[in-house]
Nanobody, 122 residues
């Protein structure tokens, strides 16, 4: 499956952005989808994931209550709505897909999009 992320940009602290990740190639509904981020000099960090069947959602503690992950299987797209953005949210955000269940381990995801930069000014 091929993934294409978009929606990043520059926003002031407290603002909002919505990231999108469009999938193509295989049946999107059969994949667990995740969002990860990586800031300069830091390791890849789990942000959120949504399961392939029930649509159950999972979040890192650092974004819980501010970010919302959702999916539209008909459109083959997963979204990440980011509200109340903080300077520490600034990173390259990447979407990922895996055929198995939800995991927070980035190494367990099979397919990755190219990443989109999110910059938060204070």
């Amino acid at each position: 499956v091929q993934l294409q992320a978009s929606g990043g940009g520059l926003v002031q602290a407290g603002g909002s952005l919505r990231l999108s990740c469009a999938a193509s190639g295989r049946t999107f509904s059969g994949y667990t989808m995740g969002w990860f981020r990586q800031a300069p000099g830091k390791e890849c960090e789990f942000v959120a994931a949504i399961s392939r069947s029930s649509g159950r959602t999972y979040y890192a503690d650092s974004v819980k209550g501010r970010f919302t992950i959702s999916r539209d299987d008909a459109k083959g797209t997963v979204y990440l709505q980011m509200n109340s953005l903080k300077p520490e949210d600034m990173a390259v955000y990447s979407c990922a897909a895996r055929a198995g269940g939800v995991t927070y381990d980035d190494a367990s995801y099979d397919y990755w999009g190219q990443g989109t930069q999110v910059t938060v000014s204070s």
